[in-house]
């Protein structure tokens, strides 16, 4: 599954933080939160040992949370109402976007990182 992190999301900073997505804002205190901060500066094998199961498990969970939107609701009698969990809940339609969310800024965060590692 790839996702293509610039076109679909623009991480917002937070406070006088700006999102690691290269904006440039005047008069911030620093250039990138501090928590982003430290994962962005781990070595090599520390950053792929944080990283690899984290976007595994936001993958599987995903996966897992998409296959059980999609089962048929049993909730609602006629056939104008074919809904599935994820149709009829809005629970479920924003517990699907958290995990998406997640897979974007653990990519975000991988993206940031190989960009300014190089410089």
């Not at 623009?10 to 406070?15: Q, R």
């Not at 901060?37 to 781990?42: N, T, V």
Request: with cysteine; charged share 30%.
């Amino acid at each position: 599954m790839v996702i293509e992190l610039e076109s679909k999301i623009k991480l917002k900073p937070l406070d006088l933080y700006p999102a690691i997505d290269g904006k440039e804002l005047s008069g911030l205190i620093l250039p990138v939160r501090s928590d982003i901060a430290e994962i962005i500066e781990m070595d090599d094998l520390d950053f792929y040992q944080w990283y690899k199961p984290r976007k595994e498990v936001a993958q599987r969970l995903l996966s897992e949370f998409e296959l059980f939107s999609n089962i048929p609701h049993l909730g609602y009698d006629s056939e104008g109402c074919k809904y599935t969990m994820g149709l009829a809940h809005e629970s479920v339609k924003e517990q699907l976007n958290i995990y998406r969310q997640g897979l974007e800024h653990i990519e975000a965060i991988k993206l940031y990182r190989d960009r300014n590692m190089n410089k």
